[in-house]
T-cell receptor, first 114, second 113 residues
Framework: GAVVSQHPSRVICKSGTSVKIECRSLDFQATTMFWYRQFPKKSLMLMATSNEGSKATYEQGVEKDKFLINHASLTLSTLTVTSAHPEDSSFYIC??????????FGPGTRLLVL | QKEVEQNSGPLSVPEGAIASLNCTYSDRGSQSFFWYRQYSGKSPELIMFIYSNGDKEDGRFTAQLNKASQYVSLLIRDSQPSDSATYLCAAKQSGGGADGLTFGKGTHLIIQP
């Protein structure tokens, strides 16, 4: 149980384009989903918290207009990186929680912006 | 500023020995603590969590929490080469599910056959 999927697993795009990443909880309903980013040899940094049906809460320093988050259902959250630039290249990981202690992580999406 | 500190390592331990991983946190409001294992290029896998002072055991793993010292540790008994990975310590402020995790930078553990 408690499986979280992400799609795509890897994406390469040109600078200036937008990229959408999906995060799905497959066998439970996630009241809250989280988006993290991890640069090489660095730890995971929380970007934003999203609750189903409400606006996401962004961490300090994360641009909400650049990283658009939609949490339309209890099993799906999307992160759209708008007008991506090479410095946005990173490993993006979502996690989902059902109100209990544990967050379950998706497998991650590796984004490379050329 | 909430911070979680870990020694980045690498920590090298012979196969079969006990690996001891340590973590300190700065936010006294932190309620729950998590240990994740992350293999290179993969996302974190939950090992265990702890929120009460003392020890919590799960198979070969024991988590220890000392809130007075703001210190969390993870012991891995009978270390195996497959335990070689980066171990991430994380803290969460609330007792519910609504808060994101603050991660340390991780300790790179190497189990030598």
């Amino acid at each position: 149980g408690a499986v979280v999927s992400q799609h795509p697993s890897r994406v390469i795009c040109k600078s200036g384009t937008s990229v959408k990443i999906e995060c799905r909880s497959l066998d439970f309903q996630a009241t809250t989903m989280f988006w993290y980013r991890q640069f090489p040899k660095k730890s995971l940094m929380l970007m934003a918290t999203s609750n189903e049906g409400s606006k996401a809460t962004y961490e300090q320093g994360v641009e909400k207009d650049k990283f658009l988050i939609n949490h339309a259902s209890l099993t799906l959250s999307t992160l759209t990186v708008t007008s991506a630039h090479p410095e946005d290249s990173s490993f993006y990981i979502c996690s989902a929680a059902s109100g209990k202690e544990t967050q379950y992580f998706g497998p991650g999406t590796r984004l490379l912006v050329l | 500023q909430k911070e979680v500190e870990q020694n980045s390592g690498p920590l090298s331990v012979p196969e079969g020995a006990i690996a001891s991983l340590n973590c300190t946190y700065s936010d006294r409001g932190s309620q729950s603590f998590f240990w994740y294992r992350q293999y290179s290029g993969k996302s974190p896998e939950l090992i265990m969590f702890i929120y009460s002072n003392g020890d919590k055991e799960d198979g070969r793993f024991t988590a220890q929490l000392n809130k007075a010292s703001q210190y969390v540790s993870l012991l891995i008994r009978d270390s195996q080469p497959s335990d070689s990975a980066t171990y991430l310590c994380a803290a969460k402020q609330s007792g519910g599910g609504a808060d994101g995790l603050t991660f340390g930078k991780g300790t790179h553990l190497i189990i030598q056959p």
